[in-house]
């Protein structure tokens, strides 16, 4: 586990690097097609090939790292910080709060991420925003329910009682002693909504439902449809990309998982 863990690790960083530093990286512009269409693979300085409009394909998917990093960070951590809220407030007050807050988590949980994320994109526009925003809207659900769980418990425990004896307001008790202690779980779960939102993100790519003004892992798996005999790099590279990119956080979620847990450092 520990082996695989910094596997994981060091993928994410080179790709965070490689992201951040993409204009450094990349050794042609990725939005500029040339009359060197559909080179294989290490041919003419083109390490990755190219594609049908003459693009480097390295250059397209450092790039398209960008996108789907800033995509899935972004969703997951404002995921996160709802799904804390809501849980929060929900196992804090419990009563007709706690009823009211379950049923609307209850209602976001069951909706279809890709489908409800296809019919926005496909009546308000492509955008990167829009995408983000959708992802929250329905990754935060997972999150309340285990956070709610959680402060139910701890909302009895001998701490949380000694600092409402010793006159800590209400809140302050919920911030400061309650909430700290259930965020171990929070993170893992924000590892693996990063994976999911970067699948979501490249599926709608996919189906030309990205923005077109940037490049993307699923946008490029998208022309590559019509070439995968003739020109299977144009394939291989981003969709293996996807894979190692989503495998390394559902990986990276494992291991926080291990070591958060007390049971699992036992």
């Known amino acids: ?38 080179l ?26 960008r996108v789907s990093l800033i995509v899935g960070v972004s969703a997951a951590l404002l995921g996160a910080i709802v799904g804390v809220a809501m849980g929060a407030l929900a196992g804090w007050h419990r009563g007709a709060v706690d009823a009211t807050l379950m049923r609307l988590t209850e209602f976001f949980q069951i909706l ?17 925003g829009k995408v983000i925003l959708v992802i929250t809207v329905l990754a935060w659900p997972q999150t309340a329910r285990m956070v709610r769980a959680s402060v139910a418990t ?16 209400g809140s302050r008790v919920l ?16 590892a693996m909504d990063v994976a999911a939102a970067i ?3 490249a599926g709608l790519g ?10 993307s892992w699923g946008a490029m798996l998208n022309e590559a449809q019509q070439y995968l005999r003739s020109a299977w790099w144009m394939a291989v590279f981003p969709g ?16 926080l998982n291990a070591g958060l847990d007390p049971r699992g450092r036992s």
Not at 52 to 58: A, C, F, N, P
Not at 179 to 189: D, E, K, Q, R
Not at 206 to 215: E, K
Not at 240 to 254: E, K, P
């Open 1 to 38: 586990m520990k082996r695989q863990g910094w596997m994981a690790a060091a993928w994410l960083i080179a790709l965070v690097l490689a992201a951040v530093f993409a204009p450094a990286v990349a050794n042609f512009d990725p939005y500029s097609g040339s009359a060197d269409s559909l």
């Open 199 to 201: 699948l979501l993100e």
């Open 175 to 190: 911030m400061q002693e309650v909430v700290p202690n259930v965020l171990a779980p929070v993170i893992v779960l924000a």
């Open 206 to 215: 996919f189906f030309g439902l990205g923005d077109p003004n940037l490049v």
């Open 112 to 128: 279809p991420r890709f489908v409800l994320a296809m019919i926005v994109i496909a009546l308000f526009g492509p955008g990167i």
């Open 40 to 65: 294989p693979p290490f041919t003419q300085g083109h390490w990755f090939g190219t594609d049908d409009l003459g693009r480097d394909i390295w250059a397209e998917t450092v790039f398209g790292a």
């Open 154 to 169: 701890l909302r009895r425990a001998p701490f949380v009682e000694a600092a409402r004896i010793g006159g800590m307001p």
């Open 240 to 255: 293996a990309t996807i894979a190692l990119t989503v495998l390394a956080f559902n990986r990276l979620a494992d291991v």
